[in-house]
Each structure stands twice: as structure tokens, then as C-alpha cells.
């Protein structure tokens, strides 16, 4: 391995000569398209790889039986299990897998397995330095296979590690990075669901997918020792407890090994191993209503979940620069299972990965555009032949990081770089942000109960009609006749004082902040009360003609309706043309059987929502 290079002539990412060699075709063919956008895969040289070999080489070489755990091999993995699939399949599938998460420069590296034991490893890679650090992982979780990690408030997770004797444990094990230390979650333990505890203890090979806003982990499939599962599981951070999650219209059949994330209020699901071959299904589940959709394309080609004559002819061939896929247009990803992924800018982007028909790995890279619902290859060069490895995208580059192989040494870590230039996030966001009701530079003063809050009048007027309307006023009022040598003239007291202060009486001071932060970051925060919500649902309807504030209002107010308010918020909705929440509190209370005679009784009171409830039902009835 080549000695690292010098700290002060790294970049973000050091880059060695391949050990692939470059055929007179692929040479050909970059040459010809080398004004593109060809993206090439480099093997990584990271300092402190071969040190880690040797002291990886030491600990099994001065391994000592006195140990109070021991591990079974690999072969005893699936010897017992109760497997109506071909169990070759799971052992491939299952084997060598390490988790890890990606916290700031550093991608935290967890766990995994190697022919003769399961580990504990606990490494740290650091991007800018190249460096691969051990931790101290003192009251770290066993060593164990199979773990899934994700990243939360500072803190990686661990859920569900498998220790070779049947074990998994339900509580999380987690690091704290601030602290630099390891600590245990307890999970509250549910009844049993439908005669299925909630969640299986026995799951992995699920996809998981974290929701930083809320606190919620969803998780979605997986295989249970005796079966694949299509459950959708939801772990409540919070809260500490599990939740099986509503699912209805197009669920995906069961499987194992898919990719999964978390946009614009949907779970995706791509592809995965229904214990007979891989998929290329796409699916989305709406996390407010339960309802997942199969996705279908932009493109004039149907999708299938079979690989055709010319996958099987390419994945022969193995060259390494192919990217493989399973129509003649070449727009659509093959079926895979264990493939990497990452979402960035509205897309989701896919890595490789294994299909169990040919068994073999697949060299090719996608990207499915979300809003646009179209599938892009991207060409690639240099690929790598490994699955199951775990991506990560920092600023411009993808980060790959390999599993601990036959020399039980984790030195496979590769960079793509995506984009040529890297460009900083905007900024623009934090920068208004820190100008709400901020006396610096502020012009206008709104005054509230005794209260002040200072603004900016170019931006408040731009941005809502209103206001507009109510500088204009105020402006001409500070305007004053002066008699100057016999003659009437109007002055601008503008120009002497350019403050205006502005009583507000009809609005409470929180609720006025609210919009007034709304007007800055184009924003809504998350953490109001139900009452809250409704009276700026009120206010940016009735009074300040913003909609989209308004429709952020239907849209948290969602999530907090229930059995009890349904009724009074389905009339406030109604009655203050909020259609959108009106017409999901209609859904609501039918599909949740609420309507009684009093109820009914009450909708008489608004004959047009009445009417609204019966069109809904006989359609019910119909479909």
C-alpha cells in the first residue's frame, strides 16, 4: 500500500493509482467523450491501513478462551434456521456486513464479520485528513452482524445486532460524538400486534430510513428467521416505543434488502430479494395517509422485475466500465438486491450491488429524479466489484466503504467524485433568519402588547401584500404640510426619521412573531400547539393572504388530530375555506368510523358538509 501523502498537499480526498488496468476499449472510449461528464471511481490510500492489518492480526493471533461469549462460524448461521428459500442465498446475502453513518468529515465505521468471528470494531475515517482512527469503544455492543446504523441528533445509532446464537437485542446501543462515549436506549416493550411482536426481535435485512424532524425511525421489511416480511415498523425516538404502521393501497410483496428514503413527506423503497430474485420495483408511502403507490415512470418503457437476454450477456462480460440495465433504452436499473444509495438535491441516487440470478455484482450508477419521476445512468469508469457496501456523500464526493475481507482488514474505501465543482450550500436561510425582530437595521417597529418587534419594510412588503398596505399608510400619515416662505410643502420625515412604529391590537404577540419569521425563512417551526396552528391557519387566510403559510398550517395540524378534535377542526377548516383540511378531516372521520347521530346531528348545522360526507360514502359504497 503506498505511504500517505503529505498532510499539507492533501485535498479532501487522496487519490491512488488503480489497480485496475484500463482495456484499448474503455481507453477508446474515454478519450472520445472526454469533454463529457464521465465520473470515475478511485481506490483510496488511507494511512494507518496497514498498522490496522497487523493489530487486527495480533488480537486474533492472542485471543484468549477465557472469553465469556462465544461465536458460532458462518456456516452455523443459517444451519438452524427455519429457511423456505434457497439458504446459500441468505448466507451470501447476509455475511460481512458492517454499519456505519456519516458525521460531519467523519464516516463512523461499526461492527461486520469475517470468516472466523463477528466483530466490534470501531473505526473512524476522516475525509479531509484521509486517516482511518480506531476508536475507544469501551461499553460498546457485542460483537455482532448485520447491525444497522443511523445518525440522529449527534448521535449514531445502533439497532438490532445479531451475535451468531440466535440473539438479537431490541434496545439501541448508541455514541454520543459530543461526548465520545457509548450508551444503551431502553425501548418500552409492546404487547403483541396481530400475534406479532412489535417490532419482530428476530428482523434484519430491513431498510431503514430516519425522519430528523420528528424522531422517527421508519423501518420496512426484512427477513425474521423464518420468513420475508413486507411490515412497515416506525421507532419513536422520543417517546422510546414502536409503532406498527397503517398500511393500504399498492403494498410492496415481501423482501429483504431494499433501499429506503425519507422526502417531502413520502418513504421510498426501491428494489430488494423476495427470496426467489432480486426487483427493481419502485414504491412510495404517503407517511400522513399509510397509502403506498407503486411508482410508475416518465418513459414509454414498462418496467420489469426480469432480467433480459443482454443483462445476461453484459454481466458475462464483466467489463468494467459497463453500466447494466434491463430494457433497450437503457433507462431503467436492473433488478438487485444490497445495492448503496444516497439522497441528494430531490434525487435518489443508486450504487451497484448484487442480482441473485446471475450472482454476480453489478458496476452501474442511477439516479431517479423524484419530482420529475425519471431514471438517469450515469457512465462511470474504474468500477469496484463489491456489494453491500456503505455510501456516504460528502459535499461533491461519494464515499464508499468496504467490509472487512478474508485478511480481516477493512482497507476498500472509494471516492467519486460527482459533480467537478464543489458549491457551497446557501447560506441565505441562516442569514435572514438571524433578522427576525432583530433592532439592527430595522425600520419599522410593530408594537404588541406592551411588546416590541422590530422588522425590515423592503422585505416585509415584498414578500406579503398587506404589509405593503400598511407602510403606505403609515407613511403618508408622517408626511406634513410645512409652510416654507408663505408656500405649503409636503416634507418626507422619511429622510429625519425612518423608524415608523406601528400599534398591533388584533393579534396575540407569539402568533405575529410566527408570520412575521414565516416572512424571513419562508418557514413554519415545528414545535407550536394544535391551537397555535389553527390561529395562524386563521390569520394567514382571513387577514395576510398567505397560502402557503396557510397550507403549512393544514399540514401540521394533521399530524395532531385525532378522535376527539376531528369535528371542531373539520368546521374551523370549512368555515375558513382551508379545503385541503377539510377534505383530509372528512377522510378521517369515515375512515375511522366517527359519524354517530350526534355527530350527524351537528353537520346539519352545515348542510354542504353533510352533503360532503354523503357523496363520500357512496363512493365507499360503490368502490
Known amino acids: 500500500m503506498a505511504n500517505c501523502i503529505d498532510k499539507k498537499k492533501s485535498t479532501s480526498y487522496i487519490i491512488q493509482n488503480s489497480e485496475h488496468s484500463e482495456s484499448i476499449e474503455s481507453t477508446k472510449s474515454r478519450n472520445s467523450i472526454i469533454n463529457g461528464n464521465v465520473l470515475r471511481w478511485h481506490k483510496l490510500s488511507c494511512s494507518s491501513i496497514k498498522d490496522i492489518k497487523n493489530e487486527l492480526e495480533n488480537e486474533q493471533n492472542n485471543d484468549t478462551s477465557g472469553s465469556n461469549i462465544s461465536y458460532s462460524n458462518s456456516t452455523n448461521i443459517t444451519k438452524d434456521r427455519d429457511i423456505s428459500i434457497d439458504k446459500d442465498s441468505w448466507y451470501y446475502l447476509e455475511k460481512n456486513k458492517v454499519a456505519s453513518v456519516l458525521y460531519k468529515n467523519c464516516i463512523y465505521i461499526f461492527g461486520g464479520y469475517i470468516p472466523k468471528e463477528r466483530l466490534n470494531y470501531f473505526y473512524k475515517y476522516n475525509i479531509v485528513e484521509n486517516k482511518l482512527i480506531k476508536m475507544i469503544n469501551n461499553n460498546c455492543p457485542l460483537k455482532s452482524e448485520n447491525n444497522s446504523a443511523f445518525l440522529y441528533k449527534n448521535k449514531m445509532y445502533i439497532l438490532w445486532e445479531y451475535n451468531g446464537k440466535r440473539r438479537w437485542s431490541n434496545d439501541l446501543y448508541y455514541f454520543d460524538f459530543n461526548k465520545e462515549i457509548w450508551g444503551i436506549m431502553k425501548i418500552k416493550k409492546n404487547k403483541k400486534i396481530n400475534n406479532t411482536y412489535c417490532p419482530p426481535s428476530t428482523l434484519f435485512g430491513f431498510s431503514i430510513s430516519v425522519d430528523d424532524v420528528s424522531g422517527l425511525v421508519y423501518i420496512f421489511g426484512g427477513y425474521n428467521e423464518k420468513q420475508l416480511s413486507n411490515e412497515l415498523y416506525i421507532l419513536n425516538l422520543n417517546h422510546k416505543n414502536w409503532i406498527k404502521a397503517k398500511q393500504i393501497g399498492d403494498i410492496p410483496n415481501p423482501r429483504a434488502y431494499t433501499i429506503s428514503h425519507i422526502f417531502d413527506g413520502y418513504f421510498y423503497i426501491f428494489g430488494g430479494y423476495n427470496g426467489e430474485r432480486c426487483l427493481n420495483s419502485f414504491y412510495e408511502y404517503h407517511i400522513k395517509s399509510g397509502i403506498w403507490t407503486k411508482i410508475k415512470y416518465n418513459i414509454n418503457t414498462e418496467i420489469s422485475d426480469k432480467n433480459s437476454n443482454e443483462d445476461i450477456k453484459n454481466i458475462k462480460k464483466k467489463t468494467k466500465s459497463y453500466t447494466y440495465c434491463n430494457n433497450k433504452e437503457d433507462k431503467l436499473p436492473m433488478p438487485r438486491c444490497l445495492m448503496g444509495s444516497f439522497l441528494y438535491n430531490k434525487c435518489i441516487y443508486i450504487l451497484g450491488g448484487y442480482n441473485t440470478n446471475f450472482c454476480d455484482n453489478l458496476y452501474d450508477f442511477y439516479k431517479y429524479n423524484i419530482h420529475e419521476r425519471t431514471w438517469e445512468k450515469l457512465t462511470t469508469e474504474n468500477n469496484y466489484s463489491q456489494n453491500n457496501m456503505n455510501v456516504h456523500f460528502y459535499k461533491n464526493v461519494i464515499y464508499c466503504i468496504g467490509n472487512f475481507n478474508d485478511k480481516n482488514i477493512l482497507n476498500n474505501i472509494y471516492a467519486l467524485k460527482l459533480e467537478n465543482i464543489y458549491v457551497e450550500p446557501s447560506g441565505l436561510f ?147 375555506n382551508s379545503k385541503q383540511l377539510c377534505k383530509f378531516c372528512i377522510d378521517f372521520i369515515i375512515h375511522n368510523n366517527l359519524l354517530d347521530k350526534e355527530k350527524i346531528n351537528m353537520l346539519t348545522l352545515e348542510p354542504h358538509l353533510l352533503g360532503e360526507f354523503y357523496k363520500k360514502s357512496l363512493y365507499n359504497d360503490i368502490s
Open 430 to 576: 441562516d442569514h435572514y433568519k438571524s433578522m427576525v425582530n432583530n433592532s439592527s437595521f430595522s425600520d419599522v417597529v410593530f408594537i404588541l402588547q406592551d411588546l416590541h418587534i422590530y422588522g425590515c419594510r423592503n422585505i416585509l412588503s415584498s414578500r406579503c401584500h398587506y404589509f405593503k398596505t400598511l407602510f403606505n399608510i403609515h407613511i403618508s400619515e408622517k408626511n406634513k404640510k410645512i409652510i416654507i416662505n408663505g408656500i405649503n410643502k409636503i416634507v418626507d420625515t422619511n429622510l429625519h426619521d425612518p423608524m415608523i412604529y406601528i400599534p398591533i391590537n388584533d393579534i396575540n404577540y407569539d402568533e405575529f412573531l410566527i408570520i412575521i419569521d414565516y416572512l424571513y425563512t419562508d418557514n413554519l417551526p415545528t414545535d407550536c400547539t394544535l391551537e397555535t396552528y389553527i390561529q395562524i391557519l386563521i390569520l394567514a387566510i382571513n387577514k395576510f393572504h398567505l397560502f402557503r403559510l396557510a397550507q403549512l398550517c393544514e399540514q401540521a395540524i394533521t399530524n395532531k388530530i385525532d378522535r376527539y378534535n376531528a369535528f371542531n377542526i373539520l368546521f374551523i377548516s370549512y368555515r375558513n
